[in-house]
Structures are given as structure tokens and as C-alpha cells.
């Protein structure tokens, strides 16, 4: 079965850094690139970046370019999403998911990221 | 810039058919897939490459597709079918989901 698990929201000043991580299982992690997804509160989803399977390749969301970061590490089937100089707009519900393929439909929970004062 | 429009909302009654439309210059070259999220929880893939439908999903939903629109369809829509619905596609390495559509089913 394939698992999803965020870590690492929380509340955090403007201008301010934050680390998410995502644990996976049930898939072979080292083959597969994967996703981050957002969603602002009463909003709807939006793609905030994907990561290949070596971590050669990564793609952002323009909003994001440039303050995020996506990496991995597939000796412990994780991955994880830096976010740097946090905005109040990107406050949000943050969804890892194995969503790249044509057939993928997996997410984890979702964790919250709160940007205020 | 590539977008994808839906609908903002779609309102059936129960056992009636529910269309919601996704329109979008990708979706002529590239396959979409539909998202159903309910309050406070993750979405779950109820249709991809347009038309398949996942394990474990209902038959009433089914995905058609014609140009640059795809359509999912809820055939004999239930209370709890009542949710969002999200387009989902690819192009140029940038990925895209629609704006989202509120089904209401009452």
C-alpha cells in the first residue's frame, strides 16, 4: 500500500523559513519522481513544484521560483519542500503526492503552513 | 499561458446525471486526469488518461473527451458524491489543475 506522510507545518513569520518533509512507503521511492501540491484555505489546489526520481530535474510553480527548493533523499525514501522569505500568501494545506504519472493519484494528509505576525 | 476552466459549480439531485466540464488548449495533446476532494481531506483520483477509471472507483463516474475539453460525468449522482472535482494535466513540464468545480448533490 502506498503511503504518504507530511512533516514540518507550522506557524511562521513573514520573511520567514520552514522545512516539510514527506515520508513515503509501498512504492520503489528511487524510481519515482514526485509532487507538492498546495492549497490555501477555501481555495483550490495548485501545483507547487515536482522532483525526477535522481533529483536531477525539479520544476516550480512561478510564485515559488527561487525561495522554494525541492529535494530528496532515496536512501530514506524522503523528500522534502524548503520554503525561504514565506509570504503571507502562501499559507496553505501542503499535499506531497505521487501524482507525476498518467495513472498516479496518491497524496499524504497534508500539513498546514501558517505565514503571519 | 496555459490554464484550465471549469465550472465554479454544478447542483444535481440524487440519481441524476452530473456533467462537469474542464476546457483547455493542453487538453488536445495531453491526457487529464479528475481529482475528488471532500472537506478536510486528501483527494482521491477518480478518473485518468481521460476515460480509465482507478481500481476501487464506482462505474457512475466516467471521463469523455472531445478537442480541447474533457468531461467527467457522475451517472446516478449519491448524497456522497457531493464534493469538489479538480482537472488535472501536463504541458511543458509545468502541471496544471482546474479551478475546481463544487458538485452539489441535494
Known amino acids: 500500500e502506498v503511503q504518504l506522510v507530511e512533516a514540518g507545518g507550522g506557524l511562521v513569520q513573514p520573511g520567514g523559513s520552514l522545512r516539510l518533509s514527506c515520508t513515503t512507503s509501498?512504492?520503489?521511492?528511487?524510481?519515482?519522481?514526485m509532487t507538492w501540491v498546495r492549497q490555501a484555505p477555501g481555495k483550490g489546489l495548485e501545483w507547487v513544484g515536482n522532483?525526477?526520481?535522481?533529483?536531477?530535474?525539479?520544476y516550480y510553480v512561478d510564485s515559488v521560483r527561487g525561495r522554494f527548493t525541492i529535494s530528496r533523499d532515496n536512501a530514506k525514501n524522503s523528500f522534502y519542500l524548503q520554503m525561504n522569505n514565506l509570504r503571507v500568501e502562501d499559507t496553505a494545506v501542503y499535499y506531497c503526492?505521487?501524482?507525476?504519472?498518467?495513472?498516479?493519484?496518491?497524496w499524504g494528509q497534508g500539513t498546514l503552513v501558517t505565514v503571519s505576525s | 499561458s496555459y490554464e484550465l476552466t471549469q465550472p465554479s459549480s454544478v447542483s444535481v439531485s440524487p440519481g441524476q446525471t452530473a456533467r462537469i466540464t474542464c476546457s483547455g488548449d493542453?487538453?488536445?495533446?495531453?491526457?487529464a486526469r479528475w481529482f475528488q476532494q471532500k472537506p478536510g481531506q486528501a483527494p482521491v483520483l477518480v478518473i485518468y488518461?481521460?476515460?480509465e477509471r482507478p481500481s476501487g472507483i464506482p462505474e457512475r463516474f466516467s471521463g469523455s473527451t472531445s478537442g480541447t475539453t474533457v468531461t467527467l460525468t457522475i451517472s446516478g449522482a449519491l448524497i456522497e458524491d457531493d464534493a469538489d472535482y479538480y482537472c488535472?494535466?501536463?504541458?511543458?513540464?509545468?502541471?496544471?489543475f482546474g479551478g475546481g468545480t463544487r458538485l452539489t448533490v441535494l
Open positions: 503526492a505521487k501524482i507525476f504519472d498518467d495513472s498516479d493519484g496518491y
Open positions: 509501498g512504492f520503489t521511492f528511487s524510481r519515482a519522481w
Open positions: 522532483i525526477k526520481f535522481d533529483g536531477n530535474e525539479k
Open positions: 493542453m487538453l488536445a495533446k495531453r491526457y
Open positions: 488518461k481521460d476515460t
Open positions: 488535472y494535466c501536463a504541458v511543458d513540464n509545468t502541471w496544471f
